[in-house]
């Protein structure tokens, strides 16, 4: 809970001190001449894709001047005949942090092509972009080259059949995504650009078991995180709309919370979300990892090949391992402003007397730990009290301890491969499977030494 209410502290710190937007609206018709039909008039020959779009501004009101920046682009796909106008909550809130947001008008009838619908949420992104350097445009030099797709419901399930094979956005964002035809699932095993799905317990007009966690399940993104809100509603993502609430009534479903409480949730979530993924904002992506496992109002789940970042490190006596095991390393030198230390980068590094410190990168979001310092006392040789030979090693290794002892070997990016408990006395260990340089740390209760050793 400390861990909790602590990202609840930075995440008011940042929405207290981030610039905040009035809200610009237009319209405009896009079209798309490879296609027919749509919902519109006045774009041309093809599919007309009447589209309203809110915006940073200045003052409000309808046609005026984008605010000054370039800001990042959520298409976003509206639910099963419900009008654009029913996630008014959503935009008021994206739109004045910072967001540009799109809402296609198509396939709002009773007869929806989700086939469709998902190739107008995808051409969305490329007509954005392309008036950035249209001209005379109101977006002209105000888009990021930054996007992400999301929708509700029948959208959500869209937003997966556009995101598949999508390599020009940064996230799809499912709320209660619902199955499609064709398959929303199917599609998810194509998407490989980061996801976050939000469900709601208490949804039974597309229960999670059948729609939102077969897509998360399907999901082939390399980071995917799932949000399902207790208590939560399908329609209480967006305001209260009368199509979308009758359904929900006759569903039967166990909703615990209101729509205002749900809405809470989905904000203080898919904020720091798109912040990370949109804006680049690091600090943002801890907030964010942190609500995900320990928000009490949801229960989160997180497949991702990646960790938040990590800086702190390990101190084997003469060896330095930093904890994060998914990042790329840069080992600095502090007593020499901090200078990169040429050849240095592995997660551990074995130097000599100094002050050492390690650079992360990871999903483009850079971090440097605190400095460690390793003292001449701390460099120990292999005296009558340790010895570890032959080296090189044909994978018989002989190990000498006169005290009790702990033994690690661990590969060259810092993964510990092995680990015994020695009493004192001698030890001979098979590990003819190792191939290669490792590292080697003996710990007593009175020091440490380490080395490297080879093994052929």
């Known amino acids: 809970m400390k861990t909790l209410l602590l990202a609840f502290s930075i995440f008011s710190f940042i929405a207290t001190f981030a610039q905040t937007y009035e809200i610009g609206h237009t319209t405009i018709t896009f079209n798309d001449p490879a296609r027919t039909g749509g919902f519109g008039s006045g774009g041309g020959s093809g599919r007309q894709i009447q589209t309203e779009l809110y915006y940073p501004a200045d003052i409000a009101g309808t046609d005026v001047n984008a605010a000054m920046g370039d800001f990042p682009v959520i298409v976003f796909g509206h639910g099963f005949v419900m009008a654009w106008d029913a996630y008014e909550n959503i935009w008021e809130v994206l739109v004045a942090k910072g967001y540009i ?23 969305l992104i490329t007509k954005m972009q392309e008036l950035n350097i249209t001209t005379g445009s109101i977006f002209e030099g105000r888009v990021s080259d930054k996007s992400a797709i999301m ?5 959500g399930g869209s937003s997966f059949l556009a995101a598949a094979g999508n390599t020009n ?14 398959s929303a699932e199917s599609a998810a095993a194509q998407v490989s650009v980061p996801a976050l799905v939000f469900s709601g317990s208490g949804d039974a007009v597309t229960p999670p078991a059948d729609h939102h966690l077969p897509i998360y399940n399907a999901t082939a993104s390399t980071c995917k995180n799932y949000v399902s809100i207790t208590g939560g509603a399908h329609c209480y993502y967006a305001n209260s709309n009368f199509n979308c609430d009758f359904g929900e009534g006759s569903s039967g479903g166990n909703i615990t919370i209101s729509r205002t409480e749900q809405h809470q949730v989905l904000f203080d979530i898919v904020t720091p979300w798109l912040d990370y993924k949109l804006k680049g904002n690091c600090a943002s992506n801890g907030i964010f990892n942190d609500l995900l496992l320990n928000d009490p109002r949801i229960v989160g789940t997180q497949d991702c090949a990646f960790t938040p970042m990590i800086t702190t490190v390990s101190d084997g006596g003469s060896t330095l391992t930093a904890d994060n095991t998914t990042a790329t390393y840069q080992w600095l030198d502090c007593n020499n402003n901090f200078s990169p230390l040429a050849g240095e980068t592995n997660i551990s590094i074995t130097p000599g007397p100094g002050s050492y410190a390690v650079e992360l990168t990871e999903n483009s979001c850079t971090d440097t730990s605190d400095c460690y310092i390793i003292a001449a006392s701390s460099l120990n040789t292999l005296t009558n009290e340790v010895s570890v030979y032959p080296n090189p090693s044909n994978g018989s290794l002989r190990v000498v301890v006169s005290s009790d002892s702990k033994l690690r070997l661990l590969d060259l990016k810092g993964r510990m491969v092995f680990e015994e408990e020695l009493v004192s006395g001698k030890h001979e260990l098979r590990l003819a499977e190792l191939k290669g340089i490792y590292l080697y740390q003996i710990q007593t209760d009175k020091t440490h030494f380490a080395g490297r050793i080879i093994f052929e």
Do not use: K, Q
């Open 101 to 123: 947001m799109v809402f296609p008008r198509t396939e709002g009838g009773f007869s929806p092509s989700h086939d469709e619908f998902g190739m107008d949420l995808a051409l």
């Open 151 to 155: 929708g509700h419901s029948m959208g």
């Open 169 to 182: 956005i940064e996230t799809v964002i499912g709320l209660a995504p619902a199955e499609t035809n064709p």
